[in-house]
């Protein structure tokens, strides 16, 4: 089966097919045509400071791991990320986080600098022609923006600020101080559902006031809440006035709230006064995602407010999202099961399916 030659016969004004979610051919075709070529989100430059730090991650079946590298005179140098495979016989590197200063092979002790490039293998000089100088690990593009590090397998792909252009100024104008913040927390879960279901879900709002009645109350306030494409690029902005609520979750006085969805799985999100947070996605299987939420404060701290918002997060509109993408992936294999109209409001806001178009527009283009 091509999905390319599938997904034209869709309706754009309607729900997907049922297959789009459930069938490994598009899971596959995604994965190829969409992941392995657009930016994904791998950590934050606050996660590495030090030269050897490292951070091992995986995009599908690709392992791969960011490291920080020295500069000239001994201090903090470049971010590079590299695929997790020596390339002697194909051992694993790196496992979860740490610091390294050199990569040692646990197979056959082949040794790597933190640029990448072999500096020492067991009994080698006694290979005609050993050259460690001409073997390095593999390396892919990597690219800061604004602080949060995104890595692309293509080779050829375009830099983030051509591929979501005036979102980069649009994150600084929401939050001044976005290039020196840190990590502070981060906690996931698997999503039983389909990477693109979890994305739709997360990009609509028509959701909010019928399951997310914490969040629409203690967060946003849903008569302003609106999410447009943003910049020409394949972004989505989610934009509303913070809370009017007396069940406000936290003195939200002093900035609205803002969300930039950057095609496929990413959103940088900045809740009211400035709190900045993320989610990501990493498919796992075609009914099998695992999703990240990720919290940034000035000091890598977690204070009181972003303690409590964090978990009231956790406990309410996350929670609640795994729900509902579990019941809609087991609903999308009944056979009862018939595509719907998407509720696209020509004046747009929060019951509004018309960001579920965009993203099925991007989803044709990238599949086409
Ligand atoms: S596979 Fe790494 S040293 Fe042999
Ligand atoms: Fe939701």
Redesign the pocket.
């Known amino acids: 089966m091509n999905p390319a030659s599938n997904i034209s016969k869709s309706r754009p004004d309607f729900a997907l097919e049922a297959r789009y979610y459930t069938q490994e051919a598009f899971f596959t075709a995604a994965r190829d045509q969409i992941f392995f070529r657009t930016w994904q989100f791998a950590g934050h430059a606050s996660q590495l400071k030090n030269p050897g730090d490292y951070l091992c991650f995986t995009i599908f079946e690709q392992d791969l791991f960011l490291i920080r590298t020295r500069d000239a005179a001994g201090g903090s140098g470049a971010l590079r990320c590299f695929f997790n495979v020596?390339q002697?016989?194909?051992?694993h590197l790196l496992n979860g986080q740490g610091n390294r200063r050199l990569i040692t092979?646990p197979?056959?002790?082949?040794t790597y600098a933190l640029d990448g490039q072999l500096r020492a293998a067991p009994n080698s000089d006694q290979v005609p022609g050993f050259d460690t100088q001409k073997i390095c690990l593999s390396e892919i593009k990597l690219e800061e923006f604004c602080g949060f590090v995104f890595v692309n397998l293509d080779p050829n792909a375009k830099s983030m600020d051509e591929c979501y252009p005036e979102v980069r100024a649009a994150i600084v104008k929401a939050c001044p101080d976005i290039e020196t913040r840190k990590y502070a927390y981060e906690h996931h879960c698997n999503e039983h559902c389909n990477w693109l279901l979890a994305v739709e879900n997360y990009n609509e709002c028509y959701h909010c006031p019928v399951a997310h009645k914490a969040f629409a109350n203690g967060v946003i306030d849903p008569g302003s809440y609106d999410i447009q494409p943003f910049g020409a690029g394949r972004c989505l902005r989610h934009a509303s006035l913070a809370t009017q609520s007396e069940v406000a979750w936290y003195d939200v006085s002093g900035s609205d709230y803002c969300s930039f969805y950057l095609w496929p799985a990413m959103s940088i999100q900045i809740y009211p006064g400035a709190m900045v947070n993320t989610y990501h996605w990493r498919p796992l299987a075609v009914d099998n995602t695992v999703v990240y939420r990720g919290w940034y404060s000035a000091d890598g701290e977690m204070d009181a407010d972003l303690q409590k918002v964090m978990e009231l997060d956790r406990d309410t509109t996350f929670a609640e999202d795994l729900k509902l993408v579990k019941s809609v992936q087991r609903g999308l294999n009944n056979r009862g099961y018939r595509p719907g109209p998407l509720v696209l409001d020509p004046q747009g806001g929060i019951r509004s399916e018309h960001s579920i178009a965009s993203l099925h527009q991007w989803l044709h283009e990238a599949l086409a």
């Open positions: 020596c002697h016989r194909g051992h092979c197979y056959h002790a082949w």
